[in-house]
Each structure stands twice: as structure tokens, then as C-alpha cells.
């Protein structure tokens, strides 16, 4: 179920990200299934269990969510290029990229979306499948 929810919070963040950086509606970033992207939902998810023992941290949580997020978005470029041929991001006009999937922009997104997540959005959905409301 957390798969399904961060996938589909994923698909609504690059589609806002994407109208308010380009001034367009397009929700092409979700590669393979439709409405989900799943590379935010298997960050989401090693996020969470990567930082589930350090949250009194939130210096180290930011850190080593950042890392997880840049990691999973390094082999999830190198599956959807090499694998699929097919380009779902590139960051190669970023100063500090390593071959157009990860940047070190990008990464400092991931340490603010890590806060975000763990903090605030996890804490919520996990309540409410718990109280089956989801």
C-alpha cells in the first residue's frame, strides 16, 4: 500500500514540478505505469526503513535519505536508459551531474523531500492505513 501511495504522491509532485517550472501540463515522468512513478515509491520505502531508527536525527535522516534517493535515482536512470532506452530525466545541463541521472541539485531536493516524507507525510499515511482509513 505505501508503494502505491508515494508512487502516486511521486506522479503529483513531477506533474506540478513540471507546470510550475515549464509552464506546462505533462505527466510524462511516470514511465511504465500510468499514474504512479515508481521510482518515488521504492525511494519512499528504503527511506523509510533506511531512517526508521535514526529519526531523532534529522541532520543524519536529511543525509542518508539523500543518499538513498540519489542512489535509487542512479540505478533507476541506468535501468530506464540501458535496459528500456528510454530517457525519463536528464540532468546533464546540471553543474555537478554524473552521466545526466543523478546531480548534485537534485540531491539536495531529495534531503528536503527526505525531511517532508519522514517527518510529516509518513507519519500521516502510516495512521491512516493503520485505522484502515486508506
Known sequence: ???????????????????????IFKMKKC????CL???????ALLIIYTT???TNNKLLT???GSVVATAIELIFGFFYTELLNAQVWNYSQN?????GHISILYSFFWSILTLILVYVVHPVVKKNILNKKI
Request: aromatic share 20%; proline share 2%; net charge positive.
Open 31 to 34: 514511465f511504465l505505469i500510468n
Open 95 to 99: 553543474i555537478l551531474n554524473f552521466s
Open 1 to 23: 500500500m505505501y508503494f502505491i501511495i508515494y508512487s502516486f504522491i511521486g506522479f503529483i509532485l513531477e506533474t506540478l514540478y513540471t507546470l510550475l517550472t515549464k509552464g
Open 37 to 43: 512513478c515508481p521510482v518515488y515509491g521504492v525511494g
Open 52 to 54: 526508521r531508527k535514526i
Open 62 to 64: 536529511c543525509v542518508i
